[in-house]
């Protein structure tokens, strides 16, 4: 017997929700909620029983939702909340419940709060937000200069000057989104506040954006000088002093009255940290999202860092640092497992091969490997139909405020990387990949919007489009829903423990669960070539789901996954 408690999030699949690019029921474009609706259909035969809803409240979209303006009122081009309340009541009469995305840390700098905030020192909503002196004082035109020389996220400065007080408030993401201040109380009282008003309405949980990053060192000290001149904000923002106080105040105000699940974004967390945010006991959220093994292709290497590189990520070092966090929670946290959401780029092209000859296998044998491993899986909007990165072509296909900023830092005004070079690190890594539409069929934009989609849909929709696969039982979406019920079926699937195998092997990732004596086997071939492989020379026992039609003795085919139970 696992150690493991059983609880209904330990045991479902995950489905993110891209409301943008979803499906437009109305032709501008732009999808929205009564398009999901009509959609909740297709999710409920691909067997999932959470959707992981990205934001669709009020928001001046600087980073698509991601900037709120208002956490009680629904977007207008996505409905009404008549219109949500819909498609909560429908999703759960096809058993699926809906979570949520907190996005607490900031706000959109339209939001009423921070209009009050900028009005003046003595304004009662001031200590709402970060707002310091600069280092010399004045606009940044006459010398000012910020508190300190921390970096966005999404390039330049993280603090604004503001001339109405000569005061500069902080934003770690744009300058449309102020950093909360978590410090006041008042702050969060207005965060629980909202919290208990959705959940009392019915949804099912949260995603919490960046919540590592609420708790900041109040002294604000410069951080250490990065290439460009700016400096790191990292060990000031991220796990600061008192997020755990925070999040367990949360925990005792709003989450522990419902019946939710919690999964808390959290960058830059290692595994002695995730084991307090997500314990068992149960006093802080249910899981947390941790970045590593989608960062280990990150390179420092060439005239510019960071995330912006065209590295391929390894296997083996992908490999080693889930196995890490496979053992490293047994028995005390739980995982999330994911290969791609809204800001990392497609899983296939990423991880896998995107080429015409290996997409389907590579998409199924990661969908494989990630499934079969412990915790709560997330699959990423068309991720069940093998999507592909986008390979833009142009700048004026990116609508992202972070591959617009870096552009315009790196390659416009400090000329350190050329236009061929960014839009290189763009097809690689731009969140933008895994923004465009659905792919629902083979109708213009894909059948996503009868209008002009807010951002071009991949060309290869004519290939690559659910309609070609739901029915079809060797596609990409047939295997997933076949992932999914094999979960549904299978307790050691979600509660066996896992073991790592093979490790030295730089082709073949495989591992073992185990549970009341039972034993799973799963193998997968990262390479397009043949491998060797001895995993099943004694007793195989039965076949759960492979990605060959045959398996052949001694060896996995490229990219095969095969998976045993005995
Ligand atoms: C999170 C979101 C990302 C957003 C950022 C700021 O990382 O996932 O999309 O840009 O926070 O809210
Ligand atoms: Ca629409």
Not at 24 to 51: F, H
Not at 73 to 81: R, S, V
Not at 157 to 176: I, N
């Amino acid at each position: 017997m696992s150690k493991d408690k059983h609880v209904w999030w330990k045991e479902a699949v995950v489905y993110q929700v891209y409301p943008q690019s979803f499906a437009d029921s109305n032709g501008d474009g732009i999808g929205d909620l009564p398009g999901l609706t009509e959609r909740l259909p297709y999710l409920a035969k691909l067997g999932i029983n959470v959707i992981w809803l990205s934001p669709v409240y009020a928001s001046p979209m600087d980073d698509n939702g991601y900037d709120i303006a208002d956490y009680r009122a629904i977007q207008p081009e996505y409905g009404t909340l008549e219109d949500f309340d819909h498609m909560l009541a429908r999703a759960h009469e096809l058993g699926i419940r809906i979570v949520m995305d907190l996005v607490a840390n900031h706000t959109s700098d339209e939001h009423g709060w921070f209009l009050e905030s900028r009005k003046g020192k003595d304004n009662p909503y001031r200590d709402f937000y970060v707002w310091r002196d600069g280092k010399t004082p004045g606009p940044p035109e006459d010398g000012g200069t910020p508190p300190n020389n921390w970096e966005s996220t999404f390039s330049g400065s993280a603090w604004e000057y503001d001339a109405a007080t000569d005061q500069w408030y902080l934003h770690c993401f744009s300058k449309k989104q102020p950093d909360l201040n978590w410090e006041n109380p008042r702050v969060r009282e207005e965060v629980y506040d909202l919290m208990a008003w959705w959940c009392d309405r019915g949804v099912d949980g949260w995603r919490m954006d960046v919540i590592s990053m609420i708790s900041k060192d109040q002294r604000f000290p410069d951080g250490k000088p990065k290439k460009n001149g700016f400096g790191e904000y990292g060990p000031y923002v991220m796990n600061g002093p008192r997020v755990h106080e925070f999040i367990q105040e949360m925990n005792e105000r709003v989450l522990s009255r419902y019946d939710i699940m919690t999964v808390g974004e959290a960058q830059g967390v290692n595994l002695e940290q995730a084991k307090q945010y997500a314990n068992a006991e149960g006093t802080e959220l249910d899981m947390i999202f941790q970045f590593e093994h989608v960062s280990a292709s990150k390179t420092t290497a060439g005239s510019f860092t960071g995330k912006w590189g065209v590295n391929k990520p390894q296997m083996p070092k992908v490999r080693a640092l889930l196995n890490k966090w496979q053992l490293g929670l047994e028995g005390a946290s739980w995982n999330s497992l994911f290969w791609n959401n809204h800001d990392q780029p497609r899983a296939v092209s990423r991880f896998g091969n995107d080429s015409p000859e290996w997409r389907v296998l590579s998409a199924k044998m990661l969908g494989t490997c990630l499934h079969f491993m412990k915790g709560t899986p997330y699959i990423l909007q068309g991720e069940e139909l093998g999507m592909t990165n986008m390979h833009f072509t142009s700048l004026d296909q990116c609508r992202d405020v972070e591959e617009l900023g870096i552009y315009q830092q790196a390659v416009v005004e400090r000329g350190v990387v050329t236009h061929d070079q960014m839009l290189a690190a763009f097809d690689n890594v731009a969140r933008d990949n895994c923004r465009t539409p659905m792919q629902w069929d083979d109708a213009p934009n894909a059948g996503f919007t009868t209008g002009k989609p807010w951002i071009d849909v991949n060309p290869n929709y004519t290939e690559i489009n659910a309609a070609s696969q739901v029915d079809d039982p060797d596609s990409v979406f047939s295997y997933y829903r076949e992932l999914i019920r094999l979960r549904r079926e299978l307790p050691i699937m979600v509660y066996g423990t896992y073991v790592p195998l093979l490790e030295d092997s730089s082709a073949i990732w495989a591992y073992r669960r185990e549970l009341d004596g039972k034993v799973i086997t799963v193998g997968c071939n990262w390479t397009d070539t043949e491998q060797p492989c001895d995993l099943w020379d004694d007793d195989a026992g039965e076949v759960l789901i492979g990605n060959y039609a045959t398996h052949k003795p001694g060896v996995l085919q490229p990219y095969e996954a095969y998976v045993t139970l005995r």
